[in-house]
């Protein structure tokens, strides 16, 4: 599978943003679905996930009650909806996929990437 990544940009605090994650090749709906984001100079971190049909969810503590995954299978198409951005929200953010049925909070439990989009906000 395919991923491309949009939607970020520069944003104030406070500010949203909503990213999207569109996907081509095999089914979308084989996929469990993650975002994870990269800050300069630290490792990559999960961010949320999504099981293959969007009935179960899973967020980093840090991210829970501001930022919604969902996704459109019919549109091939994963999002984030940030609300409430922070300037330690700033980085690279990733989707991700997993051909497995399990909802992975880790790195290296996803075999497929995106190519990141930065989202940058500003205190």
């Known amino acids: 599978v395919q991923l491309q990544a949009s939607g970020g940009g520069l944003v104030q605090a406070g500010g949203s943003l909503r990213l999207a994650c569109a996907a081509s090749g095999r089914p979308f709906s084989y996929y469990v679905m993650g975002w994870f984001r990269q800050a300069p100079g630290k490792e990559r971190e999960f961010v949320a996930a999504i099981s293959r049909r969007g009935v179960y969810t899973s967020y980093a503590d840090s991210m829970k009650g501001r930022f919604t995954i969902s996704r459109d299978n019919a549109k091939n198409t994963v999002y984030l909806q940030m609300n409430s951005l922070k300037p330690e929200d700033t980085g690279v953010y990733y989707c991700?996929?997993?051909?497995?049925?399990?909802?992975?909070?880790?790195?290296?439990?996803?075999?497929?990437w995106g190519q990141g989009t930065l989202v940058t906000v500003s205190s």
């Open positions: 991700a996929a997993d051909d497995s049925a399990v909802v992975f909070t880790t790195t290296r439990e996803y075999d497929y």
